[in-house]
């Protein structure tokens, strides 16, 4: 059996029921984005994304300094998803012996940037050299207020779900990347680009989230919103049913997915990689959740869809009222 | 310029005076093998090693039982050489999507047994697929009580150089690996294997060592005796001469190196990823602190060396009373 049968998933939970109880101290372990740990004032939280050459980006559709931005950010948006704070960055290299000095620098210099930017400082790390491609490997730890900490595990049935800013543009970036002769206009291209290269992880909107007190569940969408509406569901014992009609998606990305002949509704559902932030609560706090982040932050809430019971699985309402299933799995890395 | 004109420690320099002061909360930063954070109770360590396929072992020389069983030594080794104890492990893996589940599998319950072995848990981590070879990139937080905190950066003039166990045993282990036709003792050929194939991270030692109060300066032998001093040299800013003769070296080691034509001596001077323990001390208290590590742990401790001013360098003396310089630099992943 070869892990592209089973899956990435199928593997984690392999490997997830393989293993003994963590013990007490553990309080999220294998199985999430971030590992919640207990410590004497704040939580500790460790995670880690990574970013394989040829896999998660191609050399030459994006700059050095953005993929050392980007490489930050990504996991700066597990830690948002958790409510924390990041704290410190342990970056681990592994570089063909013949990378330019230059290509280091400006990796450095955007994850240094993208560091201060959410009080993070690069602590450590590890290199080694590569037979093959280039691989950014970042392990951030971070923190959070006992009380304010966010799971993918609370969601209840009735409640609604919400999300920050705007769906698919980053898949729509993606496509601009692969197709640079489409035409829109460069208000739209800038944005989208922006959005796929250097996205804005959602930390202040998580520490407004998170001091409401009123999110029953939350995750970052980074797999794609079915994806990972998708391991709320999972482990909150319940199923979603997302209105179409109601998912936030920019003018940028419907004018792109013109231009290349794509559809924009697919790119929110299953594009991946928006760094959105993904939360419930119950319905008669949505309004005043989705305005208290917005007041916090400048950043604009949906509610976009409802919480049902798990034998109604993950479904989409279209707005003629027709409603078709979703697959529950957005990016899977090993699934052929 | 490319990374492999300036090498690993080159390019790791060059990074460091890019980074802006990380704050009070950071007690060592980049440039060690691992973090040291303040926290209320206890320190938290944060440290991170790789192995990459082609590098650091080839899949038809290494079963995956054995390769997660070194991965996490490793790690915890780095630990062992602050006098901490490993606390929580985050998992990276990069794998080709043909890898057999089996494979996985077999990585895990090595991971597994050496986490459980040192009071370690596995509480999370991430998978991405791979265009080339695997890469197991482990990220380990440990703690340690502040007063019990080995660095680099104590060792003084006149301090005697102490090593635990014996050295040049994981190139004898190699050099078996690579010539397998070469002719000795099973006894001898199973205990470099083992040695090589999975090491044995001194974290008891380490913890004896910590708790004495005696060493000036600590690191784990991991580029290779000659590198690693130069280290503590570095950081203390001082010379270090090695006595030829004094090095341990166990029957093992030699007789490998006798059947495959090498010299052993050169091995324990440079071979790398032995992970002994390698300390100073005070020369009066040398003796004491030897005995200590050997009468709590069982682990034998010879005295190999003292420090000398700076401006001496890192030598070898031998038995006949002969000098000559050591290089400094042992393991490098990216010169010519």
Known sequence: MRICDIGEFGLIDRIAR???????????????????????????????????????????????????????????????????????????????????????????????????????????????????????????????????????????VGDRVLVTGTLGDSAAGLALLLHPEASCLDIHREFALCRHLTPLPRLWEGRAVARSGLATAAIDVSDGLAGDIGHICERSGVGVRIWAGALPISNAARAVAEAVGADPLEWALSGGEDYELLFTTPAGRAEELARRVYEETGTPVSIIGEVVPADQGISLTRPDGSTLPLRKSGWDHFLK
Chains 1, 2 share one sequence.
């Open 18 to 156: 393989s293993l003994p109880p963590p013990g007490e101290g553990v309080i999220v372990g294998i199985g999430d984005d971030v590992a919640v740990l207990r410590s004497s004032e704040r939580h500790i939280l460790a995670t880690c994304d990574i970013q394989v050459e040829g896999v998660h980006f191609l050399r030459d559709k994006i700059r050095p300094y953005q993929l050392g931005r980007k490489a930050v950010a990504i996991n700066v948006s597990d830690i948002a998803a958790m409510g924390g704070l990041p704290r410190y960055l342990l970056v681990s290299l592994v570089l063909p012996k013949e990378t330019e000095v230059e290509f280091v620098d400006g990796l450095y210099e955007g994850m240094r940037e993208e560091c201060s930017r959410w009080g993070a400082a690069i602590v450590g790390g590890n290199m080694a050299h590569s037979p093959g491609g280039i691989v950014v490997d970042l392990f951030l730890l971070g923190e959070v207020e006992p009380g304010w900490l966010l799971q993918r595990s609370g969601a209840q």
